[in-house]
């Protein structure tokens, strides 16, 4: 028996024993555990579905976690419910409550700004507002969207 067949065996067990971890003071766990979630709902979302309501709150909690680690980690699981069939049942009643602490995460510090402007130094037209042409789309996935690509290409 592989492990992925082991696990989906006792999968109440490991997903009650992921709610045991959740409250851990250690950040690398509370980082795991919201990474264990995250793939969880990808690939088991029927299993999770009871719990997602206490989930959702974990969640909310560990998006404005102080150690920024858990915090993107976290992130991942918004990015990934969006892509679910239940996302709008799921999370349109804690809208109200999710899209400030996303808003505030959005923020960034003046050294985040310097990184993404790169070694840019045609600071000339900073006072001129951009054109629709000038910005190009960006489109976020989440990593494991990615992963998986990459891993097929190579």
Same mark, same amino acid.
């Given at each position: 028996?592989?492990?992925?067949?082991?696990?989906?065996?006792?999968?109440?067990?490991?997903?009650?024993?992921?709610?045991?971890?959740?409250?851990?003071?250690?950040?690398?766990?509370?980082?795991?555990?919201?990474?264990?979630?995250?793939?969880?709902? &990808? $690939?088991?979302?029927? #299993? /999770?579905?009871?719990? *997602? +309501?206490?989930?959702?709150?974990? !969640?909310?909690?560990?998006?404005? %976690?102080?150690?920024?680690?858990?915090?993107?980690?976290?992130?991942?699981?918004?990015?990934?419910?969006?892509?679910?069939?239940?996302?709008? &049942? $799921?999370?349109?009643? #804690? /809208?109200?409550?999710? *899209? +400030?602490?996303?808003?505030?995460? !959005?923020?960034?510090?003046?050294? %985040?700004?310097?990184?993404?402007?790169?070694?840019?130094?045609?600071?000339?037209?900073?006072?001129?507002?951009?054109?629709?042409?000038?910005?190009?789309?960006?489109?976020?996935?989440?990593?494991?969207?990615?992963?998986?690509?990459?891993?097929?290409?190579?």
């Amino acid at each position: 028996m592989g492990r992925t067949q082991a696990l989906m065996l006792h999968i109440d067990s490991f997903i009650e024993n992921l709610f045991h971890l959740a409250a851990d003071e250690d950040p690398d766990v509370r980082k795991n555990v919201c990474h264990a979630l995250v793939l969880l709902l &990808e $690939v088991r979302l029927d #299993r /999770l579905i009871p719990h *997602l +309501p206490s989930i959702i709150e974990y !969640m909310l909690m560990r998006t404005q %976690d102080s150690e920024e680690g858990v915090a993107l980690e976290a992130c991942e699981f918004w990015l990934t419910l969006a892509e679910q069939n239940v996302c709008r &049942e $799921v999370l349109g009643p #804690r /809208l109200p409550a999710l *899209l +400030p602490v996303l808003v505030r995460g !959005m923020r960034y510090s003046e050294m %985040d700004v310097i990184l993404l402007r790169g070694d840019r130094d045609d600071d000339a037209d900073d006072a001129e507002p951009d054109r629709e042409s000038d910005i190009r789309p960006r489109f976020h996935k989440p990593r494991s969207h990615t992963i998986k690509h990459n891993a097929g290409a190579g």
